[in-house]
């Protein structure tokens, strides 16, 4: 079975210094990875997908990612913070469920992002 | 073009009533999938469809029923509610996006009390 473990319940930084959510993962296969966003009260939101063609990716909002085989990690980073980047974030994992044709995403518990004025 | 919509968005029920949370796509998906979200639990896998016609167990399965009705809707059902099932319920879709990858696309979410 695969994991996700998000090592950071809660980040807090000012605004305008980056951003690191840190996300390590364990598969018995090449994964692919997500990191999904949720503000408050609302539903999820991609920010970015790894599935092997390039090991740094890039998403929206400025954030992006790298995905490191040897450390098992995806960590996420944003080179400067904004306030309305404050908000819940998911590392998630996919694997091939055994009814065949469906991946299930197993999901890190979140990492909650505080932006201080 | 709506993507994954979920009714009711809220919900109050007493033990042991019953009720269903409907989902539908209009993306064209094969694949749906009903999770629930407590709190620093992430997202847990209650139910899939992998395609119409078919439904399989996810992670926490127990107190829950789904059908698939068509290609479109996925519906989620509580015989009989405990406060246990209190929790807001998200519904997803799986399909294709830039680059060639699998992506799943969520709903707005159910938030569910049960006294």
């Known amino acids: 079975a695969q994991s996700v473990t998000q090592l950071d319940s809660h980040v807090s930084v000012s605004e305008g210094t980056p951003v690191l959510l840190r996300c390590n993962y364990s598969s018995s296969y090449s994964p692919s990875l997500f990191w999904y966003v949720q503000h408050p009260n609302k539903g999820l939101q991609l920010l970015l997908k790894?599935?092997?063609?390039?090991?740094l990716v890039k998403g929206i909002n400025g954030f992006e990612a790298e995905f490191k085989k040897s450390e098992t990690s995806f960590h996420l980073t944003k080179p400067s913070a904004h306030m309305s980047d404050a908000a819940e974030y998911f590392c998630?994992?996919?694997?091939?469920?055994?009814?065949?044709?469906?991946?299930?995403?197993?999901f890190g518990k979140g990492t909650h992002l505080i932006i201080q004025p | 073009n709506a993507g994954v919509t979920q009714t009711p968005k809220f919900q109050v029920l007493k033990t042991g009533q019953s009720m269903t949370l409907q989902c539908a796509q209009d993306m064209n998906h094969n694949s749906m999938y009903w999770y629930r979200q407590d709190p620093g639990m992430g997202l847990r896998l209650i139910y899939y469809?992998?395609?119409?016609?078919?439904?399989d167990k996810g992670e926490v399965p127990n107190g829950y029923n789904v059908s698939r009705l068509n290609k479109r809707e996925f519906s989620l059902r509580l015989e009989s509610a405990a406060p246990s099932q209190t929790s807001v319920y998200f519904c997803?879709?799986?399909?294709?996006?830039?680059?060639?990858?699998?992506?799943?696309?969520f709903g707005p979410g159910t938030r569910l009390t049960v006294t």
């Open positions: 997803a879709s799986r399909g294709m996006s830039g680059g060639g990858a699998y992506e799943q696309y």
């Open positions: 998630v994992v996919s694997e091939v469920l055994s009814g065949g044709g469906a991946d299930g995403l197993t």
């Open positions: 790894y599935t092997s063609a390039a090991t």
């Open positions: 469809s992998a395609s119409e016609g078919t439904t």
